[in-house]
């Protein structure tokens, strides 16, 4: 199993991303494809074997693979390292969609699919939440009634994979830089501050609706303007598909959730763009200066994800805002969710967990 490949599968709610990593990591295949999730028997019928076919040949997939590896956005309380995927431990992860619908549901039902497909093969999940279980109690707690706390709803925090990856990736260039500020910066967006490689604050709470403008998703609002929703009679369904699908830079725009489009519409004299691109900006730049505050100041600024990574024009407006911060690098760092979960999940397979 040691020297085998694995195959590590990346569902969310409008696609699924793949890739196949040697046991020395290297890539030897990508791949991305837009979906719905009940098309996960049409991925693992179609798609996968046919782009993996150069590696798998004849054999058997659990002859020549080592494992699968999953992304699970929320892990609750429970799971806070990468898990073996058994029929107890799927069982308890369908009680937490609930808490992340546009991710953990498609997970599963790619997990649910690849078992059908290849029942044979050893399936673990990393989680999103797991990097955020060093969150100190004054970070991760809510001020709402014991009752509540009691019950579980707390801060969880997510992007957590790409976090750590961000993490390791400047621990290993900058060895001297002990507060980092990770901006994981795409669809869905959210702050980590980082000291001494650990997570001690971040946007994103209970679900990963929370914190900063995202593309389709509103991020923190007043809780009250909900209950006045819910008092006009907007129903809670409602409601969630309001904040999950209508509301960010496309209900800021009118337009679109996606920042290169907006950029392009701003110039071009669209009012709702250029708003969309301000309120995200207002919101970073308030943000970033609360997770600042939380390290006591900062040596790197890392931006990840498809705009953390590709908008050259958000890069500048944060580096003479920010300036008063005093000196920090602004680096570019690209997301890498599938070769830290190749390691994490290899990792504990060959510890025997």
Not at 184 to 202: F, K, M, N, P, W
Not at 300 to 305: D, K, M, T, Y
Not at 344 to 351: F, I, P, Y
Request: proline letters at 5%; aromatic letters at 6%.
């Amino acid at each position: 199993m040691a020297d085998r490949p694995a195959l590590v599968l990346n569902a969310g709610s409008s696609s699924v991303k793949a890739a196949l990593l040697g046991a020395d990591g290297a890539v030897l295949w990508r791949g991305h494809r837009a979906w719905r999730p009940q098309e996960a028997a049409e991925v693992l019928e179609s798609w996968l074997p046919d782009a993996l076919a150069p590696w798998l040949g004849e054999g058997a997939v659990a002859e020549v693979l080592a494992f699968a590896g999953h992304r699970v956005v929320h892990g609750g309380e429970r799971f806070t390292a990468p898990t073996r995927l058994t029929p107890a431990v799927r069982s308890e992860l369908a009680a937490l969609v609930p808490l992340a619908p546009l991710h953990n549901g498609p997970a599963l039902q790619l997990i649910d699919g690849l078992e059908r497909w290849a029942p044979a093969l050893p399936q673990w999940a990393c989680f999103d939440t797991a990097f955020h279980a060093t969150l100190p109690p004054e970070a991760r707690t809510y001020a709402i009634p014991a009752t509540w706390r009691q019950a579980g709803l707390r801060r969880f925090g997510f992007h957590g994979l790409n976090h750590e990856h961000v993490a390791e990736t400047v621990a290993d260039s900058d060895p001297d830089a002990r507060r980092l500020i990770s901006c994981h910066l795409g669809a869905g967006c959210s702050l980590c501050a980082v000291l001494d490689g650990r997570s001690i604050a971040t946007t994103m709470g209970f679900t990963p609706l929370e914190g900063l403008v995202m593309a389709s998703r509103s991020g923190s609002i007043d809780p009250g303007l909900l209950l006045h929703q819910l008092r006009q009679g907007l129903g809670a369904d409602a409601i969630d598909h309001a904040l999950h699908q209508e509301s960010g830079l496309l209900g800021l725009s009118g337009l679109s959730g996606d920042m290169a489009t907006l950029r392009q519409a701003a110039a071009d004299g669209h009012g709702g763009a250029s708003l969309a691109i301000a309120v995200f900006r207002q919101r970073l730049l308030q943000e970033i200066g609360a997770m600042a505050a939380c390290l006591g100041g900062v040596e790197v600024i890392a931006l990840s994800g498809g705009i953390g990574e590709h908008d050259a024009a958000l890069r500048r407006e944060l580096a003479a805002a920010l300036a008063w911060l005093g000196p920090f690098r602004l680096r570019v760092v690209p997301a890498d969710e599938e070769g830290l979960i190749a390691r994490r999940c290899r990792g504990a397979a060959a510890s025997g967990g």
